[in-house]
């Protein structure tokens, strides 16, 4: 890997904190939610691999995690199309959207 192509890559990795998250629990009432441990739990029910449990158990202990974008856009796309409730999916969708 080249050096410049590795300094991208590193530049594409960014933090994502899931310990105040603004769920909006009832119509217009917002709440500061820690959903780190429900996004976290849902990942190890939901994986096949151990590379994705590893990160759930990251995410777990933490309460954030590092991705890159395309780790970032497969998680969205994965809590967009999960059975989720409403307010949870809107609140992690906000925070992975929030570093771009």
Excluded at 36 to 45: D, E, V
Excluded at 58 to 69: A, C, D, I, R
């Amino acid at each position: 890997m080249k050096k410049n192509e590795k300094k991208q890559q590193d530049q594409d990795v960014k933090v994502y904190d899931f310990r105040h998250c603004n769920e909006e629990i009832s119509i217009g009432i917002f709440t500061d939610s820690d959903l780190s441990k429900t996004l976290a739990n849902y990942i190890y029910r939901h994986t096949r691999d151990f590379e994705s449990e590893e990160f759930a158990r990251e995410l777990f202990h933490k309460g954030y995690v590092s991705m890159n974008e395309q780790t970032r856009k497969n998680l969205a796309d994965n809590i967009d199309s999960s059975n989720m409730i409403v307010s949870v999916k809107h609140a992690l969708i906000k925070v992975l959207n929030s570093q771009q």
